[in-house]
């Protein structure tokens, strides 16, 4: 058996495992981020109507928050390798199933889906925040399934949905999630938290394990409430978009391309790393996306609408691993880390709708008023967060000896 030293210097840390952990992320993210495309397609072709639309997007998000959830108790206890590998074969069924199915089952294909890919999810999250370096792995993450969405948003419309519908959509996902199959052998088992005994872990009454559950809370807190002002937002880009004179066609252009370019924003955070801290681009970060928002709110040209939209989803990206690796460096245990996906799937579930009760005659101005105080009370939460609970306790903090 392997030991954690053992694990953390052969696997955890090699460079093909993280890219295969990275794809795997982004082919169980795929359909998250392009479910408005998903939805419109299934809508189109089995004559959905808006109840009935939003009950499947519900059935997706359920699923993925129940296993977010439930992770809690057996991400550390199971064989990664195995739960990837399970699960994988759980959503390829899924998707043949959905893709000629009826609405009903439909319902619950998507749910499985949403469950099978909320535990793929949980295990490689839980895997990068145990590596050296959580802030590059999660940049990587978020980066590459956004170029990912970014490219499938752009193109389904246009090769896929005209000639094969809702059903070659599904079939493509299972392709692609067919092609990760292959790479569950290079998939790391386990991880390197939660080895050592009580003995030699920090006694509940240590003020560094106090400490660093404080980070996890303000850390969690901080995400969730990004996401809640966030996606209420990208709801309504759309109408946005079109109540400032834009087509159709060039707001689904301008979605697109800008989810491609953005994707730069994660990867810009994988290649600083931490070498600047946490704080100066998390600051950074929201006065970007305030600009973006600015633009997006008042503009009145495609080109402006598009560089609004890059600057708050290239800023939203950016941010993203820098918040993950906030959450991860508490988790001492390491079995907190898969709460990521879950505040950030209850936040865009629950986003959206406080939005629409806030367009007013038409009006998105206090939809984008709750989308800055959410991104600046996030801000001051992970800010304290740093400068207040993490760096006293790495101060504190002494190297465990056998």
Known sequence: MNTPSAIDNSTLNNRRSVWVAVFFLSVA??????????????????GLNDVQIGYLGSSYMFGAVAVGISSIFWVRRVNWRWVVAISSLTVLACYAIASFVSYDTLKLAFFGVGFANGAIVSCVLTYFGDTDTPDRNFGYGVGTQVLLAGLAAYFMPIFITPQWGFGGIMLLFGAMVAVTLLLVPFFPSRGCRGYDKPSKQASTHSPVLTGSLLGVVLGVAGMFIYFLGETGVWAFLDRVGQTNGLSYAAMGEAFGISLIISSAGAYLASFMGDRYGRIIPIMAATIALIAGLLLMLYAHSAFNFGLGMLLFAGAWNFVLPFQMSLIS???????????????????????????????????YFYVYAFAFAAAIISTILCVWAEVFVYRPMRLTAVPLVS
């Open 329 to 363: 460096e508490g988790d001492t245990s390491g079995r907190l880390t898969p709460l990521i996906p879950t505040c950030q799937l209850l936040g865009s579930a629950i986003g959206p709708a406080i939005a629409g009760h806030m367009v007013i005659d038409g009006s």
């Open 29 to 46: 993210y795929l359909i998250y981020n392009t479910l408005p495309v998903v939805l419109g397609a299934a809508a189109d072709g089995m």
